[in-house]
């Protein structure tokens, strides 16, 4: 069984690396952090600038968490009316 955990967690750990984006320095330059929030929050995604702002930081480029934040608020509130719309439709 030692032997097979690696084999199964491999394939597992590989989609998790790949489900993680990366930004280039071009991208964290020129990025508009409100739209980049709001694309997160109506995707039903929680807000990812801890790993933006990481990333971005690499290159010595701040993220705007106010800007993003507030992108992310618009975009989460229109995946929940999308949600709640739905939720009668049995």
Known sequence: MRRLLPVLLLPILLLLA????????NE???ANWASLGE???VSGNRP???QYAYQCGQFSVAASERDYMEGWWVGNAEF???A???EGTD
Request: with cysteine; net charge positive.
């Open 48 to 50: 990812r600038i801890d």
């Open 28 to 30: 964290c330059r020129a």
């Open 80 to 82: 929940v009316r999308r």
């Open 18 to 25: 790949a489900g993680c984006a990366s930004m280039s320095e």
């Open 84 to 86: 709640d719309s739905f």
């Open 39 to 41: 694309r997160d929050g």
